[in-house]
């Protein structure tokens, strides 16, 4: 299974990019799709993650900012992000994991893709 995360690059702040997520080899739809980011010196971050059913959590930073969707009938994931902020600035991680009697579970990491959001 390969996760192939696309999207990522140069931007001015308060401008938008949008990021994809396809995961590869997976005959069975993951249950959850997440993005995460880590910027250099910080621990790997929530941003937002996506159940089947639809059920959205964003992180505090990025609500009203960045959606995420999804196709559910694929295994894959978007995130569109608005009015980005240099803090914004980080490698952006998907993962596809689990969700099941409201608790998640990480799963597979796919590579990175660079954001960097100057001022």
């Known amino acids: 299974v390969q996760l192939q995360a696309s999207g990522g690059g140069l931007v001015q702040a308060g401008g938008s990019l949008k990021l994809s997520c396809e995961v590869f080899g997976s005959p069975n739809i993951y249950s959850l799709m997440s993005w995460y980011r880590q910027s250099p010196g910080k621990e790997r971050e929530l941003v937002a993650d996506?159940?089947?059913?639809?059920?959205?959590d964003y992180a505090d930073p990025v609500k009203g900012r960045f959606t995420i969707s999804r196709d559910l009938t694929k295994n894959e994931a978007d995130l569109q992000m608005s009015d980005l902020k240099p803090e914004d600035t980080a490698v952006y991680y998907c993962n596809a994991g689990d969700y099941g009697a409201g608790e998640k579970v990480l799963g597979q990491w796919g590579r990175g893709t660079l954001v960097t959001v100057s001022s």
């Open positions: 996506i159940t089947y059913r639809g059920k959205i």
